[in-house]
């Protein structure tokens, strides 16, 4: 199973999955339970209804489940470095305290995501050392620069307009836990979204140089938020295992397809262009036909290779690294709470 059953915020390597390996002889009996397990499990599913952490699960679901969650909340806290480094350089005490908020709800969204994760039996240690390592992968969009104010605008409008679109249908996943920490996700996005929108907006009614910069800065972003959705669904065949189970529910090139319609009206009342000139309208299909993707540009990303994957892992690592005393405090007056506790109570 490779990693594409949710696209975006999930995209690693296509490694073969342990999970996949035949299974192993077992007696008669067992092998009747697990029938059992399995059809009210598949049961379950059929009828839209949720598995809980307590439920029985295949041991396949389970890992699919664990790598796309844990992926998806070491997105959000690397995502949460590209923008961080503007706070410092906002240009205003409201675009400061807006970005501040900002970057600290991804932060949130990478906790609910961890705590989702955890309840499939990984430890958060796990899946940092994983992160941390490089073995676990996270999007590809947080490897590129931020290299003025104006793409701060743009990761607001575009990358977490991308991430609504990508996730609302996560909000009725089959697995309980991920699901509902997703709805609350969904709502700060919309104001990410909003927020970036607006800040473009103001952006545009600027200078002549100004309104250069929200260009430039659509001009970079364009075609890397497009890959977010991840490989055309030809070349994702796994998804289908991700569908039966209900945890994708619309596919790449659909999520991608919904995003640039919705986009478009946006990109004309903002007075931008999108930077493709096979962009347009497709009377017959009743959608935007747009130009092809540099998948080699996107696999060399997902792969080490972009600009900043380096720069965003060092810092990540040391942020780790830096917090270490404050786990260990916290730990410490855990411990010191607790003997008290029990003293008292002795
Ligand atoms: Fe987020
Ligand atoms: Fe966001």
Redesign the pocket.
């Known amino acids: 199973m490779n990693d594409y059953t949710s696209g975006m915020y999930t995209q690693a390597l296509d490694l073969p999955d342990p999970s996949q390996r035949a299974l192993q002889p077992v007696s008669p009996r067992a092998d009747a339970h697990t029938a059992e397990l399995q059809s009210r499990f598949d049961a379950r599913i059929d009828a839209q209804g949720k598995i809980e952490p307590q439920d029985w699960m295949p041991e396949a679901y389970r890992k699919t489940l664990v790598r796309q969650i844990s992926q998806h909340a070491h997105s959000e806290i690397v995502g949460m470095l590209p923008e961080g480094n503007w706070i410092s350089r906002a240009p205003s005490l409201k675009r400061k305290a807006i970005l501040l908020a900002?970057v600290q709800?991804?932060g949130g969204h990478g906790l609910y995501l961890y705590s989702a994760a955890e309840t499939l039996g990984t430890s958060r240690d796990q899946m940092l050392d994983a992160l941390h390592s490089g073995k676990a992968k996270y999007s590809s969009i947080f490897n590129y620069p931020t290299l003025t104010w104006a793409d701060v605008g743009v990761i607001g409008w575009l990358v977490?307009g991308a991430?609504i679109m990508n996730q609302v249908p996560i909000c009725r996943c089959s697995y309980g836990p991920y699901a509902r920490a997703m709805i609350r996700i969904c709502k700060?996005?919309s104001f990410?979204q909003r927020q970036g929108f607006e800040s473009l907006m103001t952006l545009m009614k600027g200078t002549p140089a100004q309104r250069e910069m929200v260009q430039d800065a659509v001009n970079r972003w364009w075609w890397p938020v497009l890959a977010m959705f991840g490989p055309p669904d030809a070349d994702s065949p796994n998804s289908a295992q991700g569908m039966r189970w209900g945890i994708k529910r619309i596919s790449n090139d659909e999520l991608r397809q919904k995003f640039v319609d919705a986009t478009v009206p946006q990109a004309q009342i903002l007075g931008v262009t999108l930077p493709d000139p096979e962009l347009q309208w497709n009377e017959e299909r009743q959608q935007h036909a747009f130009g092809a993707i540099d998948w080699d540009d996107f696999w060399a990303v997902v792969n080490g290779n972009g600009p900043c994957n380096k720069e965003r892992l060092a810092t990540r690592v040391k942020a780790h690294e830096d917090g270490r005393w404050v786990r260990e405090a916290a730990l410490a007056h855990a411990r010191k709470q607790r003997s008290r506790a029990m003293k008292e109570a002795a």
């Open positions: 900002k709800d991804e977490d991430a700060e996005e990410h």
